[in-house]
């Protein structure tokens, strides 16, 4: 069983950055490995996706993150990173990270609470 884990969340004013870090038991850069990503749940919502990162290294971004975030890793440390400038209200949620194998087996972690408010 892989074992992903979150941190970097906390409290932020409007406006302000986050940096969001996910590590895995295993090598998440692997060849049995396809997607990693970033997923959100707002209190009364469904989770949605942020951000995501394929192998061969296409993103992809919900729009209302476009430009302001941005994901990235580092695959020597074995981590995923969810970089979150200009941050606003409604980016207030708990932050999952997701990995996928080729093989469509999603791994999530517990997540992170993230709260933007003055």
């Known amino acids: 069983q892989v074992e992903l884990a979150e941190s970097g969340g906390g409290l932020v004013k409007p406006g302000g950055s986050l940096r969001l870090s996910c590590t895995a038991s295993e090598n998440m850069f692997t060849s049995n490995w396809n997607v990693v990503g970033w997923y959100r749940q707002a209190p009364g919502k469904q989770r949605e996706l942020v951000a995501t990162?394929?192998?061969?290294?296409?993103?992809l971004y919900a729009d209302s993150v476009k430009g302001r975030f941005t994901i990235s890793r580092n695959t020597a440390e074995n981590r995923v990173y969810l970089q979150m400038n200009s941050l606003k209200p409604e980016d207030t949620a708990v932050y999952f990270c997701n990995a996928r194998t080729y093989a469509g087996i999603n791994y999530w972690g517990p997540g992170t609470q993230v709260t933007v408010s003055s």
């Open positions: 990162r394929t192998r061969p290294g296409t993103t």
